[in-house]
């Protein structure tokens, strides 16, 4: 792969005032460059030099810092300098000019980690991870990025690799000795080296699993009729006040959201805006964003008054959910049934609730009865979430990952089962499908990538990153 070798500029620090800015900048010789920012001081490699910052005429722009890494022991491979100055916009963007002036252009969102991918600094799984820890919603989140920022994840798929590629010259060098090839592999114990292989794959793939929870987060809808406390318990999930809550029915008209953690995990919840037939405009909006965001759902908490029960409409809004959609059904206002809190499950998918007589409404597995408004029961149905979810809890080894890694992890995984399957009936056979998961596993890290890949991954950095 190759890139234009141009120097390459940014502000790396967020924009707006601050008591330090950074502009950074990579590129092939950038001495030329600092001489000229600084007057004909020349600086050492990895040594602070404190000096003015020039313009073309002589006059100091700022006064700061020049750190100076010489390629390849920086960031990039190549040469970089960092220019600490006065954290202004102004300043900033004096100092920025000056650079492009110097001949660097701006950078692209994440160019500077791209070259240090396309420079063999970092492999993709460690390139994304400099993003998700930028990004990172929660501490668990963040600590998991930088694991797999310092190679944990690619540890372990380099691992399974090295693996599959020692089978992989067994299995192929039998091709050319078709007489022998069943014995030759068998005293080799090809089947047991793939079993393991397959084990190893399906560890990396658990914990990469919950590695992508922690860094998507779940999107949870709150579906039910007006007045069932909807609103109330986003509030008291959330712990204050962002929803309206009225005895009015049909108050809360636009979806409204709200972020919360739990256990690291971000749990995004949209409250619905009742989902029900209305002629108001703008409660027609919040409707079908209701709709919308029942769609990207991957829990919706079905919210009845047991007093009430369940309407034809909410009805109608289960019937229209996706079917993979996980579903949990809330009881709610327990203070006013008198009714202890708790968390109930089916015995089986069909059976009612075995406990007490509980009317249920849903095909949920699980019910929660809580009261949103004494804030009983909320524990309960946190927990659930997390069960509902698959979450484990954040362990040693674990290490952020994101969807496209479970995809090529669950492709390898297959094609090591059609592998398994195939057998030694069809060596060649065998070959290819051990070839196909050594791609997939390869594209992780990037040695496989697609420059289209390249560009999407890298076109979502911020900018100076
Ligand atoms: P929404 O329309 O579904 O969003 O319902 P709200 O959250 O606006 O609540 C409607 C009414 O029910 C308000 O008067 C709330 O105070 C009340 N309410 C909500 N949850 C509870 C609860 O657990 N117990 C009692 N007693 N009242 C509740
Ligand atoms: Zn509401």
Known sequence: MT????????????????GVGVIRLSGKNLLPLALALSGGKTPKPRMALYTDFLDEEGRAIDNGLLLYFAAPASFTGEDVIELQGHGGLVVMNMLLS????????????????????????????????????????????????????????SNHIHQLVDNLINLRMLV??????????????????????????????????????????????????????????????????????????????????????????????????????????????????GIERSHKALQNADV???????????????????????????????????????????????????STFHAENIDAYTNANTLIRLSAMRGEGLDLLKQELLNIIGWQG????????????????NVARDELENAAVNGYDNIELLAEHLRLAQESLNEITGEFSADDLLGVIFSRFCIGK
């Open 172 to 285: 192929e060098a039998t091709l050319d000795f078709p007489e022998e090839e069943i014995d030759f592999l068998e005293a080799a114990d090809a089947r047991g080296k793939l079993a393991r292989l397959r084990e190893e794959l399906d560890k990396v793939l658990a914990q990469a699993t919950q590695g992508a929870i922690l860094r998507e987060g779940m999107n949870v809808v709150l579906v039910g009729a007006p007045n069932v406390g909807k609103s109330s318990l986003l509030n008291a999930l959330a712990g204050d006040d962002i929803a309206i809550v009225t005895d009015i029915a049909g108050t809360t008209r636009d979806t409204v959201r709200e972020q919360i953690t739990l256990d690291g995990v971000p749990v995004h919840i949209v409250d619905t805006a009742g989902l029900r037939e209305t002629d108001d405009v703008v409660e027609k909006i």
């Open 300 to 350: 919706a908490l079905i919210l009845i008054d047991p007093r009430e029960g369940i309407n034809e409409k909410t009805q109608a809004i289960l019937a229209s959910m996706p079917s993979g959609l996980k579903k949990i059904e809330v009881h709610n206002k327990a203070d006013l049934t008198g009714q202890s809190v708790g968390r109930f499950v089916r015995e089986t998918t069909n």
């Open 3 to 18: 890139y234009s070798a141009s120097t390459i500029a940014a502000i790396a620090t967020a924009p707006g005032r601050g």
């Open 98 to 153: 000056r650079c492009l002036a110097l001949g660097a252009r701006l950078a692209e969102p994440g160019e500077f980690t791209k070259r240090a991918f396309l420079n063999n600094k970092l492999d993709l799984a460690q390139a994304e991870s400099v993003a998700d820890l930028i990004d990172a919603s929660s501490q668990s989140a963040a600590r998991m990025a930088l694991r797999s920022l310092k190679g944990n994840f």
């Open 394 to 409: 954040e362990s040693e080894g674990l290490f952020l990952a994101r969807t496209r890694h479970i995809n090529a992890l």
